[in-house]
């Protein structure tokens, strides 16, 4: 295939043109993330290397920011030096298989980021390291913590000059929110950032996450709709041989979302308290409890399961404690609030 004339150029001169002013050349032709790509793995003016690595990030070319990862870690630098740092974390937490993550990864990713000399006027690396923030209390269910770096980035994209660079942060800016209003149990919120973000997407990966989370989303309205991001979801996985995505989609989100609709003819799962759950929806108290019993300890979810089968109003209440005092996640603190209301009628 003969490459593009914009790419060509770019390569052939001396004195590298910015990367935003390239991206507004490509943006919207077919070839867009292959040409950006080329050109990101080219550049060796140091802006353009840190607009590189969120531009590959934020898409999804996990191997080629690996790539370019190695290329600046020692840059003389130190805001790429530290940038590369930051994104080597991002890269690790995206590519680790989810049967290698370990209870403590998200706080050992956290404490190497704030491990990190930052100077004031670093506003890319402070953006950096307060998303690292994010993703670590995300994967950590510690929701409540993410809004004090949602408003700390909101306050540092202001000083983005690089228009690229600040259209690509706030699209993770956006993500974050969509996620936090979700918890918050901000239903209408959250859907405007889910949905625009599927529109300005050009990640699959990023789609199918999004998908994900706005089934999970109608799990109190709509059984259909719900569905149907699940399965727009688990087809996109399947179409990417996305195993991660495809393992997550198939044993939790499903069984869990087909398990409260008490839908469950033909759902399956290979995680233990699912199939608690899935027990439960289809009659069998005793199979749940029994499954659970040898549980060490009990998530709020999987306490809930467990109130449910025994009609346990007290279970119920601490699980709804839990999901609230825990992971300040209100969203789902709805789940066992419903089932002790319906044990009251």
Request: glycine letters at 4%.
């Given at each position: 295939?003969?490459r593009?004339?914009?790419?060509?150029?770019?390569?052939?001169?001396?004195?590298?043109?910015?990367?935003?002013?390239?991206?507004q050349?490509l943006?919207?032709?077919?070839?867009e993330?292959?040409?950006m790509?080329?050109?990101?793995?080219?550049?060796?003016?140091?802006?353009?290397?840190?607009?590189?690595?969120?531009?590959?990030?934020?898409?999804?070319?996990?191997?080629?920011?690996?790539?370019?990862?190695?290329?600046?870690?020692?840059a003389?630098?130190?805001?790429?030096?530290?940038?590369?740092?930051?994104?080597?974390?991002?890269?690790?937490?995206?590519?680790?298989?989810?049967?290698?993550?370990?209870?403590?990864?998200?706080?050992?990713?956290?404490?190497?980021?704030?491990?990190?000399k930052?100077?004031?006027?670093?506003?890319?690396v402070?953006?950096?390291?307060d998303?690292v923030?994010?993703?670590?209390?995300?994967?950590?269910?510690q929701?409540?913590?993410?809004?004090?770096?949602?408003?700390?980035i909101?306050?540092?994209?202001?000083?983005?000059?690089d228009?690229?660079?600040?259209?690509?942060?706030?699209?993770?800016?956006?993500?974050?929110?969509?996620i936090y209003h979700?918890?918050?149990?901000?239903?209408?919120?959250?859907?405007?950032?889910?949905?625009?973000?599927?529109?300005?997407?050009?990640?699959?990966?990023?789609?199918?996450d999004i998908?994900?989370?706005?089934?999970?989303?109608?799990?109190?309205?709509?059984?259909?709709?719900a569905?149907h991001h699940?399965?727009?979801?688990?087809?996109?996985?399947?179409?990417?041989?996305?195993?991660?995505?495809?393992?997550?989609?198939?044993?939790?989100?499903?069984?869990?979302?087909?398990?409260?609709?008490?839908?469950?003819?033909?759902?399956?799962?290979?995680?233990?308290?699912?199939?608690?759950?899935?027990?439960?929806?289809?009659?069998?108290?005793?199979?749940?409890?029994?499954?659970?019993?040898?549980?060490?300890?009990?998530?709020?979810?999987?306490?809930?399961?467990?109130?449910?089968?025994?009609?346990?109003?007290?279970?119920?209440?601490?699980?709804?404690?839990?999901?609230?005092?825990?992971?300040?996640?209100?969203?789902?603190?709805?789940?066992?609030?419903?089932?002790?209301?319906?044990?009251?009628?």
């Amino acid at each position: 295939m003969k490459r593009n004339q914009i790419v060509s150029d770019f390569l052939a001169n001396d004195t590298e043109m910015p990367l935003h002013v390239i991206y507004q050349q490509l943006r919207g032709q077919c070839h867009e993330l292959k040409d950006m790509t080329e050109i990101c793995l080219a550049t060796e003016n140091e802006e353009n290397q840190r607009t590189a690595m969120e531009y590959l990030y934020v898409n999804g070319l996990y191997d080629e920011l690996k790539v370019m990862i190695d290329k600046i870690k020692y840059a003389t630098n130190d805001v790429n030096r530290k940038s590369a740092r930051i994104y080597q974390i991002m890269y690790e937490r995206k590519t680790i298989a989810a049967t290698q993550l370990k209870p403590d990864t998200p706080s050992k990713y956290i404490k190497a980021v704030n491990r990190l000399k930052i100077n004031e006027e670093d506003i890319t690396v402070r953006i950096l390291k307060d998303l690292v923030h994010i993703y670590g209390y995300f994967d950590m269910h510690q929701y409540g913590k993410i809004g004090t770096f949602n408003e700390s980035i909101k306050r540092l994209l202001i000083q983005v000059k690089d228009p690229l660079l600040y259209e690509l942060f706030e699209s993770r800016l956006n993500e974050a929110l969509f996620i936090y209003h979700w918890k918050r149990n901000e239903l209408i919120l959250s859907r405007k950032y889910g949905y625009q973000l599927l529109k300005e997407a050009n990640n699959p990966r990023k789609q199918i996450d999004i998908h994900n989370i706005l089934a999970q989303g109608y799990l109190f309205d709509s059984y259909e709709q719900a569905m149907h991001h699940m399965s727009v979801a688990i087809e996109m996985a399947e179409q990417l041989s996305y195993e991660r995505a495809t393992y997550g989609l198939k044993n939790y989100t499903l069984p869990f979302i087909s398990a409260y609709y008490k839908k469950t003819e033909g759902i399956t799962s290979l995680d233990l308290a699912e199939q608690a759950h899935i027990a439960f929806a289809e009659g069998n108290n005793e199979t749940c409890i029994e499954i659970l019993a040898d549980f060490e300890q009990l998530t709020p979810f999987q306490q809930y399961y467990l109130g449910q089968a025994k009609q346990d109003k007290y279970l119920l209440r601490t699980a709804y404690q839990r999901f609230i005092e825990e992971r300040d996640d209100y969203f789902y603190a709805r789940l066992p609030l419903e089932a002790l209301n319906a044990l009251d009628q």
